[in-house]
């Protein structure tokens, strides 16, 4: 992989909340273009280590390179503003505000700001069915219109790279086929994407390069297609492979 293809690289990334150390020298390259997807388990890192991009923690050590510019250390929303949006865990949108102001709220970066009707309209185009509810409360949304939402709302920044955390969770296999159809369309728009995810088989069908993390270790990468099933299963649940978390 030459340097030029490398949109976003993570470096030897420690993080501790207090004494507890979360990210053990996690090394991670996002290349320009592509969907890769970060697999692990429950309390694996995987937040963490979005967090840690997007400024949200701070790193003890390591560091994080976009677009060949150091980014760690940055407050968030310089962060965000250099094109790195996240559709948070849980599909966390403002219940009380209406769908179409929850669009509009994740335009709030500067040079989306100015293009913001323009946004709105690429939003409803890809999920139509938010432009039929952009007048209710996202309360009143399904969870699969939530997140839909929640994905809209981080394309409303115009990001270069997209993070999605957990996007199929609670969801039912037809509402996620859709779901990943969409990042797929997303991703030929020419943003990044990367995947969070707990389900082995879907990381590996949806992305392009895998990562799979282990109580804050990277213990396992390569090219989906060329990653069996059996092995990613295997790391992903450690040595403990029947013990319940
Ligand atoms: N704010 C915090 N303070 C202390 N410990 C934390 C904090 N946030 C996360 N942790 C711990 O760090 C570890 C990694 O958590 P993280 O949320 O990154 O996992 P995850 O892979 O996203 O899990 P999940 O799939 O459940 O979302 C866990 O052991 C968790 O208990
Ligand atoms: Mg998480």
């Known amino acids: 992989m030459t340097n030029d293809n490398v949109l976003l690289a993570i470096d030897k990334l420690n993080v501790h909340y207090r004494q507890f150390q979360a990210l053990y020298d996690v090394s991670v390259k996002i290349k320009k273009g ?3 997807s970060i697999i692990g388990s429950n309390g694996a890192g995987k937040s963490t280590l979005l967090n840690t991009i997007l400024g949200i923690n701070r790193p003890t050590s390591g560091s994080v390179t976009f677009m060949d510019q150091r980014i760690d250390g940055l407050p968030t929303n310089r962060i965000a503003a250099k094109g790195l949006s996240m559709s948070p865990e849980g599909s966390r949108v403002f219940p009380n505000l209406t769908v179409k102001e929850n669009l509009l709220m994740g335009a709030y970066i500067p040079q989306a700001r100015k293009n913001k009707e323009a946004m709105l309209e690429k939003a409803y185009d890809l999920f139509p069915v938010l432009k039929e509810k952009s007048k209710q409360e996202a309360n009143y949304l399904s969870g699969g ?3 839909m939402l929640a994905i809209a709302r981080a394309i409303m920044a115009g990001p270069k790279i997209l993070f999605c955390d957990e996007i199929s969770l609670g969801l039912a296999p037809v509402v996620i086929k859709d779901i990943y159809k969409k990042i797929q369309e997303i ?3 020419g943003i990044t994407i990367v995947l969070i995810e707990q389900d082995v088989k879907r990381s590996l069908k949806y992305s392009d390069y895998s990562y799979v ?7 396992m990468e390569g090219k989906s297609s060329e990653l069996p099933v059996e092995e990613v299963t295997d790391a992903y649940f450690g040595e403990n492979k029947y013990a319940i978390y």
């Open 34 to 36: 592509s969907i890769v």
């Open 145 to 147: 219109q939530r997140q």
């Open 187 to 189: 991703n030929d728009e």
């Open 213 to 219: 993390i282990l109580k804050g270790n990277i213990v």
